[in-house]
C-alpha cells in the first residue's frame, strides 16, 4: 500500500523551530526525489523544497532560503525538513510528495506522482 506520512506539525511560536518528517512506503522511493510544499489559507500550493533521490542536491524557494533545511535519510526512507527562525507567513498545511521518476527539483506540482496528506504548521505568538 502506498503512503506518504508527514508528522511534526504544530504551533509554534514565532522564532522557533519545528522538525517535520515524511515517511514513504509502498513504491520506489529510492528512485525518486521528495519535495516539500505548502499550502496557506485562500493560496495556492507552493513548492519550498527538494532532495534528489541520493540527497545530493537540494534546492529552496526564495521564502524559505537559509531558514529550512531539507535532509534525506533513505534507510529510514525518510525526508526531513528542519524549519528555523519561523515566521507568521509560514502558516499553512505542508505536504510532501514524491516526484515521478526521472524528475528532479525545484519542487513544482506538475512533476509529482504521490501526496501525503499534509500536516498543520502553525506559527503565532
Known amino acids: 500500500q502506498l503512503q506518504l506520512v508527514e508528522s511534526g506539525g504544530g504551533l509554534v511560536q514565532p522564532g522557533g523551530s519545528l522538525r517535520l518528517s515524511c515517511a514513504g512506503s509502498?513504491?520506489?522511493?529510492?528512485?525518486?526525489?521528495i519535495g516539500w510544499f505548502r499550502q496557506a489559507p485562500g493560496k495556492e500550493r507552493e513548492g519550498i523544497s527538494c532532495?534528489?533521490?541520493?540527497?545530493?542536491?537540494?534546492n529552496y524557494a526564495d521564502s524559505v532560503k537559509g531558514r529550512f533545511t531539507i535532509s534525506r535519510d533513505n534507510a529510514k526512507n525518510t525526508v526531513y525538513l528542519q524549519m528555523n527562525s519561523l515566521k507568521p507567513e509560514d502558516t499553512a498545511v505542508y505536504y510532501c510528495?514524491?516526484?515521478?521518476?526521472?524528475?528532479?527539483?525545484?519542487?513544482?506540482?506538475?512533476?509529482?506522482?504521490?501526496w501525503g496528506q499534509g500536516t498543520q504548521v502553525t506559527v503565532s505568538s
Open positions: 509502498g513504491f520506489t522511493w529510492h528512485s525518486r526525489a
Open positions: 510528495a514524491a516526484l515521478r521518476i526521472g524528475d528532479s527539483g525545484p519542487a513544482d506540482r506538475r512533476k509529482v506522482a504521490y
Open positions: 532532495i534528489s533521490k541520493d540527497g545530493s542536491s537540494t
